[in-house]
């Protein structure tokens, strides 16, 4: 008699306007999706669970958002915090 079990995790939460969502069973990525919220479009939506992609993208964009950042202090712009879009 084989016995197998399984440990799922199902997570999702909702950011601003995106819809993630991730199945972990084992401790591997069995479903994932990023989606923007009120768009159909597939092309718009990362569904991959393959981990050395996943970690390529991780990868890619930390070096896109530290290029952005570094951009944005030589030029001295600020991003609108949650807080001063509130006051204005």
Known sequence: MNIHRETK??????????????EIINGNISNLSFCQVGVTDECNCLKNTDIKYLKQVHEALGQLFKKIDEERKELGHEYATDEKAVEE
């Open 9 to 22: 995790v199902s997570l999702e939460w909702n950011y601003s306007d995106s819809s993630f969502q991730a």
